[in-house]
């Protein structure tokens, strides 16, 4: 069988380096990898919009901000397939469908969309189209017939309920769908990098992110006021690794050829870590050094995101192709589920049929 890949992000502002590590980083390397015949990456503008219904405007320009961090990061649109997922209006019928194989009570058992609902304190007053968000999910994930879905242990849950409803549909109406796999992240650090002030998430609200487009001024800036250790006063103090976001970076960015070409008093993180934890190493050092591995991941795409922010037109027509290419794929889909369920009433297929 070939390999598809479905993945995206939903538009709600510039992408960060949570972003980055957790999911953007790796999309770059499996696109390279020639491993997979085609790779799809959706803007998930109808899903932001669920609890975003009052500020379009928002979702509207956060589209090509993403995209445009798309393109610095390193997604070639030659090789990878950058959609909108409003446009394709296939995908809401597929869901339509998909409503009726899940119950209320399986989707409020969801632990990911318990977990957003608190997030974001809805409690009762949750919308509709954000309380059936892992349906509209489970449509996107088969209507490019994705083998491979990557995605955070966070998200797992999700991609479990489209596994749920593509056996389900398959059962009903006979092998249709393709079952999909979670792809996790290497590393469980790597699933969601904490805020620069300590927050095990980052988010924009918090205001505790590092964006892809900032400068090297204001990236220094935050890395500079990091939350590390607060008992390691004195430089002689012993420090605390854990829990220290300094470290989590370093752990998520550094390697060994960083340490040669920047900080060869350590031959690798273990080591500077063992240094710190017995004492006798400022948090000063640290972060200049941290900033200084950072700059050499940034500064290749800053400099990319500068050029495509000139080619503004240039990016809505790679957005129109790549949106008409995901169509086509997902009219596929939606023909052979109507198929399936026997609703292809004007199909030549139906002609003939008994009543």
Known sequence: MRKIILTGDRPTGQLHLGHYVGSLRRRVILQNSGEYAEIFIMIADAQALTDNADNPAKIRQSILEVATDYLAAGLDPERTTILIQSQIPELYELTAYYLNLVTVARLERNPTVKSEIKTREFDKSVPVGFFTYPISQAADITAFQATTVPVGEDQAPMLEQTREIVHKFNSVYGET??????????????????????????????????????????????????????????VSDP????????????????????FQALWPDYADLSELKAHYQRGGLGDVKVKNFLNKVLEIELDPIRQRRAEWSGRVPEIVEILKAGTAKAREKAAETLQAVKEAMRIDYFGESYLGREI
């Open 177 to 234: 769908l393709v079952m999909p796999d979670i792809l996790l992240p290497e590393k469980k650090l790597w699933a969601r990098l904490p805020g620069t002030d300590g927050k095990a998430k980052m988010s924009k609200s918090l205001g505790n992110c590092i964006y892809l487009a900032e400068s090297a001024a204001e990236v220094k800036k935050k890395v500079m006021s990091m939350y590390t250790d607060p008992n390691h006063i004195r």
């Open 239 to 258: 420090g605390q690794i854990e829990g220290n976001v300094v470290f989590t970076y370093l752990d998520a960015f550094a390697t060994d050829e960083h």
